[in-house]
């Protein structure tokens, strides 16, 4: 197998929609993404000056994608906040996952970034992240402000 690891193309799109909503589809979960939702948030995260989104290409489809958007702060502090991350479901548990996060801090260390962050939610994501040297903050609280009722 030959695994292509890269920076992610406009072209690309799509077929990193088709892996979203698969990574999403089962448990834990079992989000039923349209292609318009998942095309809506690709293209959201990839829109502003400071997105970077790199990619594992198989045989012409995209089949892992690390996608998010460089924060910059005071003394030219620089992070990468992570938006989206996912395997799909049949390459995962073969450590691409990892290689991808390698690759990715590869290219986001060639313009000086000093850390990746990200948002998850579910134990069997905390775990992942954790094996791959992802440590928990206590530097914030996540808060949420409802618009709408539930």
Not at 9 to 18: F, H, I, L, R, V
Not at 79 to 84: G, Y
Request: hydrophobic letters at 40%; aromatic letters at 16%; one cysteine or more.
């Amino acid at each position: 197998m030959t695994f292509v690891f890269r920076e992610i193309q406009k072209e690309d799109y799509t077929s990193c929609a088709d892996s979203l909503i698969a990574a999403y589809a089962n448990e834990p979960w079992n989000n039923p993404w349209t292609l318009e939702e998942a095309l809506l948030r690709i293209e959201a995260t990839m829109s502003g000056f400071n997105a970077r989104g790199y990619v594992i290409e198989y045989e012409g489809h995209i089949i892992a994608m690390c996608l998010g958007r460089i924060d910059y702060y005071f003394q030219n502090w620089r992070q990468f906040c992570i938006d989206e991350f996912n395997v799909t479901p049949h390459y995962q548990r073969q450590g691409l996952g990892r290689q991808l996060f390698a690759f990715a801090a590869t290219q986001l260390k060639k313009e000086a970034i000093q850390q990746l962050f990200l948002l998850t939610g579910g134990a069997q994501a905390v775990t992942f992240y954790e094996k791959n040297g992802f440590l928990t903050s206590n530097e914030g609280t996540m808060m949420v402000y409802p618009l709408t009722e539930a």
